[in-house]
């Protein structure tokens, strides 16, 4: 008995051994999470802190390649918000390898990942998103200088964790305000590199989806897309055109117009209403009392509209809440004041950095000769293609490239998959036909194509021809 004892505990030093010796955390591995279903990728989960003095730390959900990842790059991912959960937007709910399950309790594979073509990091930044968390409160104040600053520092601590990466080809992505997060790091990385005699960042490409980029234009194209999409008359769609100066539009103090230009929008913004999914305006809407009620009562609660759970977001935030399955990630080490939720409720973020103009960023980054794509899922009012796309021609203007790829449709499994172009070979933009401001979610074999496509090097096909993703 004795021997057999010294046996296993010889075996389980050597196991650890091994996960240290390939350049993984021991301490941070995901042995399995609640309800998930059996997979052949290793998961990581845990702290890296950014702010020793201070106390402050970000949660991060690293998820291996499902295949060869080895062999792979490594994608951060980023959510917007300011103040949203890369790890319950992007991980749970859009493009990681599970999705809760309807009682909530449980998970089910997403089987269009995008750990099918890239070994996939989540970050829940800035503190005081989600698990991350700072003992200084006033750290609780920032906005996208200090964001991005921790996000440089992170990935300094990440890479110390998995050393294995720090020659990999690194691709950065994001959507929604990660507009502004994800351009900003990458210049901060570049910055890096630059003043670096020794470790460099192996960025390879930024890809960014439904981006805030220009307040004024996106703030704009909202009213356009409400008006092509017969959401709002023709009456109301000219005075807001008429009424409306939108170069005055601010984060801080969006309805800073004339009074008339205020009257219109919000007319129109009423006509709208609350039945529809600004985000998605072809979803159907979840109602959240109704679907609480049944994840109480161990019901299934998921609802389907065009092949979308509508009410997930639900379901994730009650999977998330479980003790166990916080335990299984190594998260809420500090025991949070406050339940875990998609958008902060303690963050104080910047309302003045919304208004930056992210496109001097994008050019600076395609001149060091690091291709950008930028694409919209069709159905978001919030940050529509509309605006999106005026400003991608604008960027390739200011860079004076010419048109590379026409603009045209792209395929996915013999259907149009969206409509692209591209400038200069290092500027591409798509759109996702039938998908929202989260691309994935809402089309999640075409967002895979997409991306397969963008961390390869390839063109988006022009035929109906299969191609390697399809």
């Excluded at 829940?124 to 750290?139: I, K, L, M, R």
């Excluded at 009620?293 to 809440?321: H, P, W």
């Excluded at 200011?398 to 603009?407: A, E, H, N």
């Excluded at 149009?416 to 200069?424: I, S």
Aim: proline share 5%; hydrophobic share 40%.
């Amino acid at each position: 008995m004795g021997k057999a004892l010294v046996f296993l505990g010889l075996l389980a030093v050597g196991l650890l051994g091994l996960v240290g010796v390939s350049g993984f955390p021991a301490e941070d591995l995901v042995a399995r999470l609640p309800g998930q279903p059996e997979v052949g990728f290793r998961q990581f989960a845990g702290y890296v802190d950014v702010d020793l003095r201070h106390g402050r730390s970000l949660f991060y959900y690293f998820v291996e390649a499902d295949k060869d990842p080895d062999k792979k790059p490594l994608t951060l991912w980023l959510n917007g918000g300011p103040g949203c959960s890369s790890v319950g937007g992007g991980a749970f709910t859009e493009l990681g390898p599970f999705y809760p399950t309807g009682d909530g309790r449980g998970l089910r594979r997403n089987s269009m990942s995008w750990n099918r073509a890239s070994n996939l990091l989540f970050v829940e930044s800035p503190a005081g998103v989600g698990w991350s968390y700072s003992n200084t409160t006033s750290d609780y104040s920032c906005g996208d200088d200090s964001t991005a600053m921790d996000m440089h520092t992170f990935l300094m601590g990440w890479y110390e964790k998995f050393p294995a990466f720090k020659t990999r080809e690194l691709f950065l992505a994001g959507e929604s305000y990660a507009g502004h997060y994800i351009p900003q790091l990458a210049i901060v990385l570049l910055d890096h590199n630059a003043r670096s005699t020794g470790f460099k960042f192996n960025l390879k490409g930024v890809a960014i989806g439904n981006p805030l980029l220009r307040l004024d234009y996106d703030a704009r194209a909202t009213y356009e897309f409400f008006w092509s999409h017969g959401m709002i008359s023709d009456e109301i769609g000219l005075k807001i055109t008429g009424e409306c100066d939108f170069d005055d539009y601010t984060y801080a103090s969006p309805h800073n117009v004339s009074e008339l230009c205020n009257e219109a929008t919000n007319k129109a913004d009423s006509i709208v209403g609350d039945y529809i999914n600004n985000y998605d305006v072809i979803l159907d809407v979840c109602y959240p009392s109704i679907v609480e009620q049944e994840l109480r009562l161990k019901k299934l609660a998921t609802k389907i509209s065009i092949g979308v759970d509508v009410c997930m977001t639900y379901e994730r935030r009650f999977y998330f809440n479980l003790p166990e399955v916080q335990k299984a990630l190594h998260a809420n080490r500090t025991n949070l004041p406050y339940p875990w939720s998609m958008c902060s409720g303690v963050l104080n973020y910047s309302d003045t950095d919304g208004n930056i103009n992210i496109l001097p960023l994008l050019k600076r980054i395609i001149q060091n000769h690091i291709p950008v794509w930028v694409f919209s899922g069709d159905q978001d009012s919030v940050v529509p293609l509309l605006g999106t796309r005026t400003l991608v021609r604008e960027l390739a203007h200011d860079l004076k490239f010419g048109i590379s790829v026409p603009y045209g449709a792209w395929f996915h499994k013999g259907q149009v998959g969206g409509w692209a172009t591209e400038y200069g070979n290092l500027l591409t933009f798509a759109t996702v036909r039938g998908a929202a401001h989260m691309v994935p979610y809402a089309q999640p074999s075409r967002a895979l194509h997409l991306f397969s496509s963008f961390i390869r090097g390839r063109r988006l096909p022009n035929t109906t021809r299969p191609s390697i993703d399809d």
